[in-house]
């Protein structure tokens, strides 16, 4: 099964992606392939703002009809926003995963790491291998 | 690979997303889980329920074979053709299994049960049947579907020659009946009106694309769990098991202690606890946002038996809130608290179903 991958975004091995944005902060979401994955997602939990995450921590939750997921943050930082709409919108998730559908913003600390972030080209071969 | 049902090439064809079930490659959804559940409350929608077993029970003596091997009394059973919903019992009173029983004949009946259970169910059915002489037959051969919706009956007689048509829809609720090698029932396990249908397995992709035809929408185990939930019926292996009785799973109503004369397996262990049960499965409904899942802790105040368990819980696509079972120590109170995550989250106790007929039947 094919999914898509925006070349402009970064990528984790638990697929989440990351957007850097223009103010220096990241945007974080699931991929096309996670949420292809889960099927109708019914419930979003995001961080709240202010709440300081190590890279790797479990810090949102989501949840189709049949189970719930987490979601690990790709990087060290600051929550900054959480997205609204899902609350009352999850299925935005399923619907536009790399936009409408984003999780949380990150101020990242200055010695944040994110060597370890995919590029879009080794994220499709990761789910290549994921798959065979 | 798991074992595949006679409908699995054309389920992969029609693009299901296929998880293993009990050893089965089934399908959860063929895309989206949720417009299949809404397609069985508001139109008709089709699951292929072939994984099931269907055991025939022949012989002389298998009616009163099986007073003795149910919890539910076959006695009930007064006209060809009708259904009974019943535990198969062990001698502890835990559940073997769930099932559902017709009386095809004079002396033959058949039973459904459920895929997970087969072997053992299959064994424990033989080593009893051996004293009645009664024979056993695993009807392999034969594919079951289950069409269930509003429209369900309508869209599905097109499969039927005239004639039968009009036979049956005629059939009351809980009533089957044989049009040559097929058989037809009104039973199902959503909570809306349908028929359930046993086919040579040879026809079975040629009467789901049929179906599919007349407008009946492929749904997955995954808006089959939704719906019976809805519909507040228990899941065998979720919301009762060999470790708990049916008195204490919400299936008081399935045990038939009278005529007090009837042995049947399990009888005596029930009897005790029949005054003095401590615990039962009622509904819940989630105050607040969130999803409730099997295993989540509920704690109800006033109780003096400790915790309870949900057992099934899932998200309500019909009322667009989390529902549960839930075995809970009996007490007083009309909410509990559920610990979701560590974090606990008030629901009210409310008696299932949650949904019938596509309507609410618990106020949001």
């Known amino acids: ?132 | 690979m798991g074992l595949k049902t006679p409908l699995y090439d054309t389920h992969v064809d029609q693009g299901a997303k296929i998880v293993d079930f009990g050893g089965w490659d089934m399908p959860l959804h063929y895309g989206s889980q949720i417009e299949e559940h809404h397609a069985v409350r508001r139109d008709a929608g089709m699951f292929d329920v072939s994984h099931m077993a269907i055991v025939d029970l022949t012989g002389g003596r298998a009616r009163e074979f099986l007073q003795f091997l149910l919890a539910n009394d076959v006695g009930r059973l007064k006209s060809l053709g009708k259904a009974l919903y019943s535990c198969m019992l062990l001698p502890s009173g835990g559940v073997l299994d769930d099932l559902i029983v017709y009386f095809m004949a004079e002396t033959w009946y058949r039973l459904v049960v459920n895929a997970g259970t087969r072997d053992k169910d299959l064994a424990w059915i033989r080593r009893h049947a051996a004293d009645f002489s009664v024979g056993v037959a695993h009807r392999e051969e034969l594919a079951m579907i289950a069409i269930q919706g509003p429209n369900a009956r309508q869209k599905s007689a097109s499969l039927l020659s005239p004639p039968q048509q009009a036979a049956v829809l005629e059939l009351k609720p809980f009533f089957g009946a044989a049009f040559g090698s097929w058989f037809v029932a009104r039973t199902g396990y959503t909570g809306e009106d349908g028929f359930e249908i046993m086919i040579p397995a040879t026809d079975a992709a040629d009467a789901w694309n049929r179906l599919r035809a007349a407008g009946v929408k492929p749904a997955g185990l995954g808006a089959r769990d939704t719906l019976r939930l809805e519909a507040g019926m228990n899941l065998y292996g979720n919301d009762m098991d060999e470790n708990h009785h049916p008195l204490e799973s919400g299936l008081a109503w399935t045990v038939a202690f009278e005529p007090a004369a009837r042995e049947f397996i399990g009888r005596k262990a029930l009897e005790i606890v029949r005054r003095g049960g401590r615990f039962e499965l009622v509904g819940l409904l989630l105050e607040e946002r969130g999803v409730l899942r099997s295993h989540q802790k509920v704690i109800a105040s006033g109780a003096l038996l400790g915790d309870g368990e949900v057992t099934s819980g899932t998200f309500s696509p019909t009322l667009n809130r989390s529902i549960a079972l839930a075995r809970v120590p009996k007490h007083p109170n009309s909410t509990v608290q559920v610990e979701i995550r560590g974090k606990l989250h008030a629901a009210r106790v409310v008696k299932p179903p949650f949904v019938r007929h596509g309507k609410p039947m618990i106020e949001i």
């Open chain 1, 1 to 132: 099964m094919s999914s898509n991958i925006p070349t402009d975004l970064q990528y984790t091995k638990s697929h989440e992606w990351v957007r850097r944005m223009n103010d220096g902060a990241v945007e974080v979401g699931i991929t096309d392939h996670a949420q292809s994955a889960l099927g109708d997602l019914v419930f979003v939990e995001v961080p709240d703002v202010g709440r300081a995450l190590r890279a790797g921590e479990a810090c949102a939750v989501v949840e189709s009809v049949k189970a719930a997921s987490d979601v690990y943050s790709p990087v060290g930082g600051k929550v900054t926003a959480g997205n609204p709409a899902l609350a009352s919108q999850p299925e935005l998730l399923n619907h536009d995963p790399y936009g409408a559908g984003w999780l949380f913003r990150l101020e990242m600390n200055v010695s944040a790491d994110s060597s370890g972030l995919m590029s879009a080209g080794a994220y499709e071969k990761f789910l290549a291998d994921e798959s065979k």
